[in-house]
């Protein structure tokens, strides 16, 4: 089984091995956040927890075709001990269950091209749903033989209105133990390799997500924002089991609440366009966090 997969990775990244001779089949996280101070009139701080789950699976249907899938799940929690207005969402618990799936072409040597479906259940799992429809198309091209990069954009129907990302992934090993990997501005990874177990290196993520709340609330929403920076340690425990720490700092970090009915036209990174929306909660500051996780790599080199 395990020669399997690594066949079936292999024909997935080809010619990405040059600088990434392993890829992670699942992780688990964890991540937690030191507590944050509200904005007046809370007089009281927030903790805020996430737990993640991620799984990858290319299948080969053909010479130059792989079907890709993407499972990621995402739980965000932020509580208090503070007394909250009433109409302001508390405790949150919002859940996040994202796929991404479609076609990877390969037209030559360099040039590629990838369509993902991108559907996600927004849930807060306590009577508020929403199915949000989304997808992912990227062209590839392959510049030297440690330099692959892809083009193009993203598309999301969040529950403020239209939400588009301009992408740019690179795969870069500009040394002998250093490498670049990222789909911007989404995540970034820079990494030294220091020896075959052991790697250190910064850490980028910003995801822009939608929920809502349940008639509690009247059916608002939470738009969560944040962009967070770190440092990490990833050593291997044994086998092809790996774990990562991370501490870092969370910028611009918020779950704004907003009325069902609250809408923009159209909205790309930090920029909603004609958003007259009145928030609903209360802010609390940015702040540090740290997290681990524990990974399933898969050498692709054996």
Not at 84 to 113: C, R, V, W
Not at 174 to 197: A, C, H, R, T
Request: charged share 20%.
């Amino acid at each position: 089984m395990r020669h399997l997969l690594a066949f079936l990775f292999l024909v997935y990244t080809g010619a990405l091995t040059f600088a990434q001779n392993s890829i992670d089949l699942f992780t688990i996280g964890a991540q937690y956040g030191i507590p944050s101070d509200y904005e007046a009139p809370i007089d009281g701080q927030a903790l805020e927890t996430i737990y993640s789950l991620n799984a990858k699976l290319p299948i080969p249907i053909g010479e130059n075709d792989i079907w890709y899938s993407n499972l990621s799940y995402y739980n965000f929690n932020v509580d208090t001990d503070s007394d909250i207005p009433e109409m302001m969402a508390n405790p949150l618990g919002l859940h996040a269950i994202i796929l991404q799936t479609g076609l990877y072409h390969h037209f030559s040597e360099d040039k590629g091209f990838m369509l993902l479906a991108m559907p996600r259940l927004m849930s807060d799992f306590d009577g508020g749903s929403s199915f949000q429809f989304g997808g992912i198309a990227m062209y590839e091209k392959r510049f030297h033989d440690r330099l692959l990069m892809r083009f193009g954009a993203s598309y999301n129907q969040e529950l403020f209105g239209p939400f588009f990302v301009p992408l740019v992934f690179l795969n870069w090993q500009f040394g002998e133990d250093w490498s670049i990997e990222g789909l911007l501005p989404i995540y970034m990874k820079v990494k030294k390799q220091i020896n075959e177990d052991f790697s250190v290196g910064f850490h980028e993520f910003a995801l822009v997500m939608t929920f809502p709340l349940n008639e509690d609330y009247k059916h608002d929403y939470i738009e969560r924002n944040a962009i967070e920076l770190s440092l990490f340690a990833r050593h291997r425990v044994k086998g092809n089991i790996h774990a990562e720490l991370r501490a870092g700092y969370s910028l611009s970090r918020s779950y704004e609440q907003f009325a069902e009915n609250q809408m923009v036209d159209w909205g790309i990174p930090t920029v909603r366009v004609n958003d007259e929306r009145p928030i609903l909660s209360v802010p609390f500051n940015d702040g540090p966090f740290i997290s681990a996780r524990l990974v399933y790599n898969l050498p692709l080199d054996d």
